[in-house]
């Protein structure tokens, strides 16, 4: 992996280390914490490319952590604290602004994807099929509609290789009725007051994913919440339905990719210096809309 920024972090390298996920080092702490480590390894289609973003990782995870913080009355979540803001763990500053302590939990293993705009994998399963995971959509959608409402489209999360895209039908004989139904609800909670904050700050946040687990027995929002990484974000100011639209997340990456006749599979092709610089400069400027606060 190679980049010519020195503020990169490709592993963590810290002690205790329980799981590396595409882009997470997850550490444990003591039996029911951890120390979860945002890198700045990035992925496309659940491949990661062999080149990082440089300062990536910090603004994953302070996004998340500002997420988390303005959200948790509505759902509580795994989070607690940024790693900056304890002096309890004695590790390196470029570890630390991209780390935080959360609680352990028990994992539901489904993506619980909120859409407010047609865009995606959304958009080709209806343009092929004219549904959107197995639920008919109105005729004549194009690329970048707002939906008249926002919809929930789950996904299984793989370990490794492509999550998939299921319905909600299987995801009632999955994890049960009741919890799928709960599940939903809070996801378009979460993401419609989302949805609000982003445009006073004049971005659309067009889709999100969020990840739950119990935690003490208690449903939470787990692992890492509306970052660019995990949804699209747009240029409210430049939105214009009919195509695809100027944006501050990941997107840029996947249409260089798709440029390249790479075939989602492993291995990747090396991201151009250019676009390694134009996606960093992006992430910044999606906290900096967002969270009106200071990266540290």
């Known amino acids: 992996m190679t980049t010519d920024n020195s503020d990169i972090l490709l592993e963590s390298n810290l002690a205790n280390l329980v799981h590396r996920g595409k882009v997470r080092d997850t550490h444990t702490i003591d039996e029911k914490t951890l120390l979860m ?30 997420w988390f913080s303005l959200t948790s009355n509505i759902i509580p979540n795994h989070l607690i604290s940024f790693a900056m803001d304890t002096d309890t763990l004695d590790i390196p500053d470029n570890v630390r602004r991209r780390s935080m302590i959360v609680r352990k939990a028990d994992r539901i293993d489904i993506e619980c994807v909120a859409r407010g705009y047609i865009t995606g994998s959304a958009l080709q ?85 969020m990840e739950f687990g119990f935690i ?15 949804s699209r974000f747009w240029d409210k100011n430049l939105y214009s339905p009919g195509k695809s639209q100027p944006n501050y997340d990941k997107q840029f990456v996947r249409d260089w990719l798709g440029s390249q006749g790479w075939d989602r599979e492993p291995p990747a092709p090396e991201l151009p210096r250019e676009i390694v610089s134009k996606t960093s400069i992006r992430y910044r400027e999606a906290f900096d809309k967002l969270t009106g606060t200071k990266l540290r």
């Open 37 to 66: 480590v945002s890198t700045d390894r990035i992925s496309a289609y659940d491949v990661v490319m062999p080149n990082a973003i440089p300062g990536k990782g910090s603004i994953l995870n302070q996004m998340s952590v500002f």
């Open 125 to 209: 399963e209806y343009k092929d099929t004219g549904k959107i995971a197995e639920v008919n959509m109105p005729q004549g959608l194009q690329e970048g509609d707002r939906f008249e409402k926002p919809i929930f489209t789950p996904a299984t999360k793989a370990e490794t290789g492509h999550d998939e895209n299921i319905s909600i039908d299987a995801m009632k004989d999955m994890i049960g009725e009741e919890l799928t139904t709960t599940l939903e609800r809070i996801t378009l909670e979460v993401y419609d007051f989302a949805h609000q904050h982003a445009l006073k700050n004049n971005i659309i946040i067009a889709d999100t994913k």
């Open 216 to 230: 003490d027995g208690k449903l939470s929002l787990i692992d890492e919440l509306l970052t660019p990484d995990s």
